[in-house]
């Protein structure tokens, strides 16, 4: 554009208003375009992404709702971790019951008190939770 800055001595003003005016739209488009290409992951699609490298091992201490934490069910277990765990309709958690879950397994394995063992995919029990 060297020839339109000799052809017009207005050429510095006219090129300061153009950036005024094409900065404000430019800054906010790039930055849209960012976030939108962006891979944003769901609560869902964290929990399960996260799942493998969850490993779970103990015996349930206690279980509360935790009020601090939208009175979700809490399972504290003898080696004083925590888990938020939904408990489905058909299965129950109790204290005594043992949780143990492998790093790399997508199987949460319950076995109760009275020897029962019971074996729940990771994946529907954060489902739960989630909604």
Known sequence: MWWYKETNPDYEQIHGIMLKIMIPIIIPLIAFIVWASYPWLSRDEMLIKDSPLLVIHGKVDSIYNDEDNHNIKTYRLTNRHTY??????????NL?????????????YIVKAGGEKITVDYKD????LAN
Not at 85 to 91: G, P
Not at 96 to 108: A, I, T
Not at 125 to 128: T, Y
């Open 84 to 93: 938020f765990l939904q408990e489905s309709t058909s299965i129950k958690v």
């Open 96 to 108: 005594g019951d043992s949780l143990s879950k492998l790093k790399g397994s997508e199987k949460v």
């Open 125 to 128: 029990l954060m489902l739960e």
